[in-house]
């Protein structure tokens, strides 16, 4: 897999978290604001410049991060993160599915994602894409227990088969930047379109060493921590990183 891919754990009240993974991704696009072809010309890197495609399933908490937090100069970075709400894994696929097709005509009246992207961004690739709280997408509903066992209700083939279609769609759009940058006739580095994935408080923490361990210990948690490790071990496979 792509070893720039990665999955955050963000704990604390969820518009702070939601605050948190914002000034994360301003902070990355103020770093790479140069990243396109002629970077260096004021004019062309504006209008070039890198974005974002944020998967969300409510915008109350980004609102909220928007209305409480200080952004200072990140603000300006905040217009290249797109937001697209998508209320269930269903959703999210057919978004994903989407992303692979142009729409037939372009309508400039018309703010959906595609017609957005193939019209004011002419098809530019986004350099990031996030699927916030991907996890609580995969619970299923459940009635009783507690709330910090909502992982156990996850289905290990949905989370392969949904993070295997975030990084295929992430490896097609890299693949586009080159088709995109070409009427630039300039020799630019090849940046791939990187995948983030976050969880707020659904998977409690786990030491990455005891994956590999063996589970001997008949206690009444070897279930859950059985369930745990495969579910980061499945993270890991796709991602890489995890921080």
Known sequence: MEKNHCFL??????PEAAGELLQYLATYLEQHKLDGPYGSDPAIAYATRPWILLFCTSKDPIVEALKTQTWGNHRQFLDSIRLCFVASLTELRAVLSALHMKPRVVDQQDNDLLTWWHDK???????????????????ERQVGGPSSDRFLSIRFDQLASSLALLTETC?????????????FHQQASHRPTYLVVTDHDCLPPLDLTSLSAPMDSPNKNKTKQSVLQTIYGILLYYLAYIV
């Open 171 to 183: 490896r097609f759009l890299g693949n586009a930047r080159e088709s995109w940058m070409a009427p």
């Open 121 to 139: 961004k002419q098809g530019q690739p986004p350099a990031l894409v996030v699927a916030m709280g991907l996890l609580d997408m995969l619970c």
């Open 9 to 14: 754990r963000i704990e604390g009240a969820l």
